[in-house]
T-cell receptor, first 116, second 114 residues
Framework: AQKVTQAQTEISVVEKEDVTLDCVYE???????LFWYKQPPSGELVFLIR??????QNEISGRYSWNFQKSTSSFNFTITASQVVDSAVYFC?????????????FGPGTRLSVLP | AAGVIQSPRHLIKEKRETATLKCYPI?????VYWYQQGPGQDPQFLIS???????DKGSIPDRFSAQQFSDYHSELNMSSLELGDSALYFC?????????????FGSGTRLTVV
Protein backbone atom coordinates (compact mmCIF):
# COMPACT_ATOMS: atom_id res chain seq x y z
CA ALA A 1 0.00 0.00 0.00
CA GLN A 2 1.12 3.52 -0.66
CA LYS A 3 1.04 6.20 1.95
CA VAL A 4 2.15 9.79 2.34
CA THR A 5 2.62 11.32 5.77
CA GLN A 6 2.92 15.00 6.50
CA ALA A 7 3.34 15.07 10.25
CA GLN A 8 3.03 18.84 10.56
CA THR A 9 -0.63 19.79 10.50
CA GLU A 10 -0.05 23.51 10.90
CA ILE A 11 3.01 25.71 10.96
CA SER A 12 3.19 29.41 11.73
CA VAL A 13 6.26 31.48 11.02
CA VAL A 14 7.05 35.15 10.88
CA GLU A 15 7.85 36.68 7.54
CA LYS A 16 11.45 36.21 6.39
CA GLU A 17 11.93 33.07 8.45
CA ASP A 18 12.89 29.83 6.73
CA VAL A 19 10.46 26.95 7.05
CA THR A 20 10.67 23.25 6.15
CA LEU A 21 7.64 21.12 5.42
CA ASP A 22 8.18 17.42 5.98
CA CYS A 23 6.95 14.61 3.78
CA VAL A 24 7.54 10.90 4.36
CA TYR A 25 6.22 8.30 1.94
CA GLU A 26 5.76 4.55 1.75
CA UNK A 27 5.71 2.50 -1.41
CA UNK A 28 6.87 -0.88 -2.64
CA UNK A 29 7.28 0.37 -6.16
CA UNK A 30 10.78 1.00 -7.47
CA UNK A 31 9.55 3.58 -9.95
CA UNK A 32 7.47 6.38 -8.59
CA UNK A 33 7.07 10.14 -8.60
CA LEU A 34 6.83 12.59 -5.78
CA PHE A 35 5.06 15.91 -5.97
CA TRP A 36 4.47 19.04 -3.99
CA TYR A 37 1.39 21.17 -4.55
CA LYS A 38 0.32 24.47 -3.07
CA GLN A 39 -3.33 25.05 -2.44
CA PRO A 40 -4.41 28.65 -1.98
CA PRO A 41 -7.90 29.41 -0.61
CA SER A 42 -9.38 29.26 -4.13
CA GLY A 43 -9.07 25.46 -4.05
CA GLU A 44 -6.80 25.14 -7.06
CA LEU A 45 -3.81 22.87 -6.77
CA VAL A 46 -0.70 24.68 -7.90
CA PHE A 47 2.03 22.39 -9.08
CA LEU A 48 5.41 23.09 -7.51
CA ILE A 49 7.65 20.17 -8.33
CA ARG A 50 7.79 16.59 -9.55
CA UNK A 51 10.69 14.29 -8.77
CA UNK A 52 11.12 10.74 -10.03
CA UNK A 53 12.48 8.00 -7.82
CA UNK A 54 15.75 7.72 -9.72
CA UNK A 55 16.68 11.35 -9.36
CA UNK A 56 17.85 12.16 -5.87
CA GLN A 57 19.41 15.43 -6.83
CA ASN A 58 18.15 18.25 -4.68
CA GLU A 59 16.49 21.11 -6.47
CA ILE A 60 16.32 24.80 -5.86
CA SER A 61 13.88 27.16 -7.52
CA GLY A 62 14.08 30.68 -6.22
CA ARG A 63 13.12 30.63 -2.55
CA TYR A 64 11.97 27.02 -2.80
CA SER A 65 14.17 23.99 -2.37
CA TRP A 66 13.50 20.27 -2.08
CA ASN A 67 15.50 17.58 -0.35
CA PHE A 68 14.83 14.04 -1.61
CA GLN A 69 16.32 11.34 0.61
CA LYS A 70 15.48 7.89 -0.69
CA SER A 71 17.21 6.24 2.26
CA THR A 72 14.71 7.78 4.65
CA SER A 73 11.80 7.93 2.18
CA SER A 74 11.51 11.65 2.67
CA PHE A 75 10.90 14.53 0.30
CA ASN A 76 11.06 17.70 2.34
CA PHE A 77 10.26 21.18 1.09
CA THR A 78 11.96 24.32 2.36
CA ILE A 79 10.86 27.90 1.80
CA THR A 80 13.60 30.42 2.42
CA ALA A 81 12.78 33.94 3.57
CA SER A 82 9.08 33.19 3.74
CA GLN A 83 6.52 35.75 2.64
CA VAL A 84 2.89 36.31 3.54
CA VAL A 85 1.87 35.12 0.06
CA ASP A 86 3.34 31.71 0.90
CA SER A 87 0.45 31.13 3.30
CA ALA A 88 -1.45 28.13 1.99
CA VAL A 89 -1.96 24.44 2.45
CA TYR A 90 0.85 22.37 0.95
CA PHE A 91 0.34 18.80 -0.17
CA CYS A 92 2.94 16.17 -0.81
CA UNK A 93 1.83 13.39 -3.15
CA UNK A 94 3.10 10.07 -4.49
CA UNK A 95 2.35 8.54 -7.86
CA UNK A 96 3.15 5.19 -9.43
CA UNK A 97 1.74 2.82 -12.00
CA UNK A 98 0.11 -0.51 -11.41
CA UNK A 99 -1.64 -2.96 -13.68
CA UNK A 100 -4.73 -0.79 -13.72
CA UNK A 101 -3.09 2.52 -14.37
CA UNK A 102 -1.86 5.41 -12.33
CA UNK A 103 -2.06 5.51 -8.55
CA UNK A 104 -1.97 8.87 -6.89
CA UNK A 105 -1.94 9.40 -3.15
CA PHE A 106 -2.04 12.74 -1.37
CA GLY A 107 -0.67 13.43 2.07
CA PRO A 108 -2.92 15.13 4.61
CA GLY A 109 -1.44 18.54 3.91
CA THR A 110 0.37 21.12 6.02
CA ARG A 111 -1.19 24.52 6.58
CA LEU A 112 1.47 27.20 6.52
CA SER A 113 0.70 30.60 7.94
CA VAL A 114 3.26 33.32 7.39
CA LEU A 115 2.65 36.27 9.65
CA PRO A 116 3.75 39.79 8.74
CA ALA B 1 -10.48 8.11 11.95
CA ALA B 2 -13.03 8.33 9.17
CA GLY B 3 -11.70 9.47 5.84
CA VAL B 4 -13.20 10.77 2.63
CA ILE B 5 -14.93 7.91 0.87
CA GLN B 6 -15.23 7.83 -2.88
CA SER B 7 -17.20 5.31 -4.84
CA PRO B 8 -16.73 3.47 -6.99
CA ARG B 9 -12.97 2.98 -6.91
CA HIS B 10 -12.88 1.90 -10.54
CA LEU B 11 -15.37 2.49 -13.31
CA ILE B 12 -15.34 1.49 -16.95
CA LYS B 13 -17.79 3.15 -19.32
CA GLU B 14 -18.25 3.36 -23.04
CA LYS B 15 -18.23 6.54 -25.07
CA ARG B 16 -21.45 8.54 -24.86
CA GLU B 17 -22.52 6.78 -21.67
CA THR B 18 -23.10 8.55 -18.38
CA ALA B 19 -21.31 8.07 -15.08
CA THR B 20 -21.97 9.16 -11.53
CA LEU B 21 -19.18 9.46 -9.01
CA LYS B 22 -19.92 9.78 -5.32
CA CYS B 23 -18.02 11.43 -2.52
CA TYR B 24 -18.74 11.09 1.17
CA PRO B 25 -16.86 13.72 3.16
CA ILE B 26 -15.47 13.35 6.61
CA UNK B 27 -18.29 13.64 9.17
CA UNK B 28 -19.11 17.29 9.95
CA UNK B 29 -17.14 18.54 6.96
CA UNK B 30 -19.38 20.89 5.00
CA UNK B 31 -17.18 21.64 1.99
CA VAL B 32 -16.42 19.33 -0.90
CA TYR B 33 -14.01 19.78 -3.81
CA TRP B 34 -13.72 17.79 -7.02
CA TYR B 35 -10.54 17.38 -9.06
CA GLN B 36 -9.77 15.62 -12.32
CA GLN B 37 -6.35 14.20 -13.01
CA GLY B 38 -5.64 12.96 -16.50
CA PRO B 39 -2.76 10.54 -17.21
CA GLY B 40 0.52 12.26 -16.52
CA GLN B 41 -1.21 15.52 -15.64
CA ASP B 42 -1.66 17.54 -12.49
CA PRO B 43 -5.00 17.49 -10.72
CA GLN B 44 -7.32 20.11 -12.16
CA PHE B 45 -9.89 21.73 -9.95
CA LEU B 46 -13.42 21.16 -11.23
CA ILE B 47 -15.89 22.52 -8.71
CA SER B 48 -16.55 22.93 -5.01
CA UNK B 49 -19.56 23.10 -2.73
CA UNK B 50 -20.07 24.71 0.64
CA UNK B 51 -23.18 24.05 2.66
CA UNK B 52 -24.87 22.45 -0.35
CA UNK B 53 -24.32 25.47 -2.57
CA UNK B 54 -21.82 25.74 -5.38
CA UNK B 55 -18.85 27.64 -4.05
CA ASP B 56 -16.17 27.86 -6.70
CA LYS B 57 -16.07 26.65 -10.28
CA GLY B 58 -12.99 25.57 -12.14
CA SER B 59 -12.51 23.80 -15.43
CA ILE B 60 -15.60 21.65 -15.28
CA PRO B 61 -17.01 20.78 -18.74
CA ASP B 62 -20.63 21.61 -19.48
CA ARG B 63 -21.29 17.89 -19.84
CA PHE B 64 -20.57 17.48 -16.15
CA SER B 65 -22.73 18.56 -13.27
CA ALA B 66 -22.41 18.15 -9.56
CA GLN B 67 -24.33 18.76 -6.42
CA GLN B 68 -24.03 18.43 -2.69
CA PHE B 69 -26.87 16.84 -0.79
CA SER B 70 -28.38 17.50 2.61
CA ASP B 71 -26.09 14.91 4.21
CA TYR B 72 -23.14 16.74 2.61
CA HIS B 73 -22.20 13.94 0.28
CA SER B 74 -21.59 15.03 -3.28
CA GLU B 75 -22.12 13.47 -6.67
CA LEU B 76 -20.38 14.28 -9.92
CA ASN B 77 -22.54 13.43 -12.93
CA MET B 78 -20.82 13.02 -16.24
CA SER B 79 -22.75 12.65 -19.47
CA SER B 80 -21.83 11.97 -23.09
CA LEU B 81 -18.55 10.53 -21.92
CA GLU B 82 -15.55 11.01 -24.15
CA LEU B 83 -12.28 9.10 -24.26
CA GLY B 84 -10.57 12.17 -22.84
CA ASP B 85 -12.65 11.92 -19.69
CA SER B 86 -10.57 8.91 -18.65
CA ALA B 87 -8.86 10.11 -15.51
CA LEU B 88 -8.59 9.90 -11.78
CA TYR B 89 -11.29 11.90 -10.05
CA PHE B 90 -10.49 13.06 -6.57
CA CYS B 91 -12.78 14.45 -3.97
CA UNK B 92 -11.58 16.37 -0.95
CA UNK B 93 -13.47 17.72 2.02
CA UNK B 94 -12.89 20.36 4.65
CA UNK B 95 -14.71 22.12 7.43
CA UNK B 96 -15.60 25.62 6.40
CA UNK B 97 -14.85 27.35 3.15
CA UNK B 98 -12.78 30.17 4.56
CA UNK B 99 -11.44 28.60 7.70
CA UNK B 100 -9.54 25.95 5.76
CA UNK B 101 -9.21 23.96 8.91
CA UNK B 102 -8.12 20.83 7.20
CA UNK B 103 -8.27 19.28 3.80
CA UNK B 104 -8.53 15.56 3.29
CA PHE B 105 -8.42 13.87 -0.07
CA GLY B 106 -10.20 10.65 -0.92
CA SER B 107 -8.49 7.78 -2.69
CA GLY B 108 -10.03 8.73 -6.01
CA THR B 109 -12.22 7.08 -8.61
CA ARG B 110 -10.47 5.77 -11.67
CA LEU B 111 -12.70 6.27 -14.68
CA THR B 112 -11.83 4.55 -17.93
CA VAL B 113 -13.84 5.43 -21.03
CA VAL B 114 -13.54 2.93 -23.85
Amino acid sequence: AQKVTQAQTEISVVEKEDVTLDCVYETRDTTYYLFWYKQPPSGELVFLIRRNSFDEQNEISGRYSWNFQKSTSSFNFTITASQVVDSAVYFCALSSQDNYGQNFVFGPGTRLSVLP
Amino acid sequence: AAGVIQSPRHLIKEKRETATLKCYPIPRHDTVYWYQQGPGQDPQFLISFYEKMQSDKGSIPDRFSAQQFSDYHSELNMSSLELGDSALYFCASSLGRTERTGYTFGSGTRLTVV
